[in-house]
């Protein structure tokens, strides 16, 4: 029988962009709606649909080999995981998660210090807890069981909820007053399965080729031709992931560059280029990057 690693992929929010950057990695991913099994092409790898606030819970305790869920569930259950790689993503963008402390506009609170005996409403109760504690607050802190934004000012005070752009909060007319905690997604992985050569080979693999598509996500490729006597020139203003790639032409007077830059950068990179000498500049997107 084949050995397997039992993975798990978070349902909700991050479902579909974990999907597509198992895809980008090499991995297919199917999704019944009506199973919590996806099937994937890898024989040696099992999936099941778990939700991201329940993940590092059954990683820890073994029914998962590994998983995929942001740092403060890892830190809201306390569970005792191998945690093998942070992988900054999210529902909307790179941005990392904010779970944060939030109060009526025309609330007269301006900051944590104003909640002692104050009720606060949230989902992540030891997080919340441990953050007033910090600050030497007493208040009363309640589980949300939904519609959190919803519960002020008549039934909170305050809200900590989490956010990645800020709008459903502003919508709700709710301000905000402090972070609790930033949170990116981890991939964790059982004690016991780490200490497994075949399961560690097989998580470290993952590992390496998701943190491969998300460094290639902000990158790309260029190429150009350089004459000879120009090419210093150009390569000093080239920024480049190591070294830029320099390779011979038919013609001995041109070579060929080849680099990897921040997709940010190529709007003002390529005319510069183009002014001392360039030509024939190519981009071209990246799949993977593998530092």
Known sequence: MTAKLQLGIPKGSLQNSTIDIF???????????????????????????????EMA??????????????????????????QVTELVYGKVGKSPLR???????????QSVKDLNGKRI?????NLTKEYLAENDVQANVEF?????????????????EITETGSSLKANRLRIIETVCESNTWLIANKD?????????????????????LSADSRVGLMMNVHKDKMDDVISILPALNRPTVSALIDPD??????????KTVREIIPRLMER???????????????
């Open 193 to 213: 399965a780490w200490k497994d050569d075949f399961k560690r080979q097989k998580i470290e693999h993952l590992s390496m080729l998701l943190q491969a598509v």
């Open 23 to 53: 895809a980008k990695a090499g991995y297919k991913i199917t999704v019944n709606a009506r199973s919590y099994y996806p099937v994937i092409d890898d024989i040696e790898i099992e999936c099941m649909l778990i939700r991201a606030q």
């Open 144 to 160: 949300s069981w939904g519609a959190t934004e919803a519960k002020p000012p008549r039934l909170a005070d305050a809200i900590v």
């Open 254 to 263: 041109w070579i060929a560059l080849n680099t990897v830059i921040e997709e």
């Open 99 to 109: 779970w944060v402390l939030a109060v009526p506009e025309d609330s007269d609170i």
């Open 57 to 82: 819970r059954y990683v820890e305790e073994g029914i998962l080999d590994a998983g995929l869920t942001g740092y403060d569930w890892i830190m809201e259950t306390g569970a005792q995981v191998e």
């Open 121 to 125: 409403a949230t989902e992540v109760m």
């Open 277 to 291: 000498g360039a030509e024939g500049v190519i981009e071209y997107a990246l799949n993977k990057v593998v530092e």
